[in-house]
């Protein structure tokens, strides 16, 4: 998939470059498969079977030099999922001159919900409470997707993404899973919601990279049951719901959302490696040690150094799930310099030792 900025740009237009493209496709082996338009937002997003990204450029070169701002491979399966086709859109319009011209855009508003990782409940509350558990969580959100015309893209156990085409229903959709959902059941599970919105290609390798990412560090941050609304999404939705369900929603200020994404950003770039300490840590976000240790405690109720060390024991739960570690490589891998650190921090946070884990996982 290829992403377009273009100024000013018309649904004629990109229906006149898609045309070209058709007649060009074969010569690049490539099969243009269709397009997102959004007039709106001067985007256009192209899906593309190719055998390289140059070949794209190419193609689009030679038809009409419109050169892609970033190209990344996908599975079709995935953006269907994300965006409800793969094809064009069957209710296209024939003009008179022969061009298939439409308008749909490819902004998309994702749920993302969060949860205790199964193998951690199943520790917790035994096989059989943890399963009733699962049950219950599974069957109130893909009733509430189903409800809210959402399409559930991922179900990786522990959290669902969810795409809506429409601001309202997502947030909608939020707030029924929240109030069906009952209280004991979201404390035990501790359930975490966000909604964010986003474009499918944006500076990420994966589609809807971004989106995804900062609505999962929003989820960290949405305790007690809040849902936590992304401001892409505020400005969607009339101001009146916010105000009458105020006591379900994580309100998050502009500078709130910097902060956030400055923060895990720099987790990000950095987790892995074991040198990178608090002095590090307010170099790379160009803050005092105490600006970093008031801030970082008021919005993730964390000080710096242990959020740098609960980052790190995802990741490394992360790094279990993906493949049989030993507990030595685990420790190097999340950034940790003493396996017996390692161990004692991830007993202290997830209640068992690391091979434990790893031993209830495989």
């Known amino acids: 998939m290829d992403v377009h900025i273009v100024p000013g740009v018309k649904a004629k237009d990109v229906a006149e470059a898609h045309h070209l493209d058709l007649f060009h496709q074969h010569e690049h082996g490539c099969n243009c498969m269709t397009y997102w338009i959004d007039e709106a937002r001067e985007s256009i997003f192209c899906l593309i079977e190719a055998p390289n990204k140059y070949a794209v450029e190419e193609l689009h070169s030679k038809a009409h030099g419109l050169i892609p701002h970033k190209i990344i491979e996908v599975n079709s399966n ?138 999962s560090n929003m989820c960290r941050i949405a305790k007690e049951g809040k849902i936590a609304i992304a ?59 105490s600006q970093l240790y008031r801030k970082t405690i008021a919005l993730t109720s964390l000080p710096p150094n242990s959020l740098v060390k609960d980052f790190r024991l995802h990741k490394a739960k992360e790094l279990m799930r993906r493949r049989y570690y030993n507990i030595a490589q685990i420790t190097f891998d999340s950034g940790f310099t003493s396996a017996s650190y390692f161990t004692k921090c991830f007993k202290k946070k997830y209640g068992l030792l690391p091979m434990t884990y790893l031993e209830l996982l495989h």
């Open 78 to 215: 995935l953006v269907e999922a994300f965006l409800g086709r793969i094809y064009d859109p069957p209710e296209a319009q024939i003009s008179n001159d022969g061009l298939k011209v439409f308008t749909d855009p490819s902004f998309r508003i994702l749920l993302v919900t969060k949860m205790t990782d199964p193998v951690l409940l199943k520790h917790q509350f035994g096989d059989e409470k943890a399963a009733e558990l699962l049950s219950a969580h599974t069957s109130i959100i893909r009733k509430n997707i189903l409800q809210h015309a959402g399409r559930e893209v991922e179900h990786e156990g522990s959290g669902f993404v969810v795409s809506f085409s429409s601001a309202s229903n997502a947030v909608a959709c939020a707030l029924s899973i929240r109030k069906e959902m009952p209280d004991s059941t979201s404390e035990r599970i501790d359930l975490r919601i966000a909604v964010n919105a986003g474009e499918p290609v944006e500076r990420s390798d994966h589609l809807f990279g971004e989106t995804i990412q900062f609505a």
């Open 231 to 289: 401001s892409p999404v505020k400005e969607l939705i009339a101001d009146d719901i916010f105000q009458k369900e105020r006591k379900y929603f994580l309100n998050l200020l502009p500078h709130d959302e910097h902060l956030l994404k400055l923060l895990f950003s720099k987790l990000e770039e950095n987790w892995q490696d074991a040198d990178f300490d608090m002095s590090d840590y307010c170099r790379e976000t160009a803050m005092s040690g």
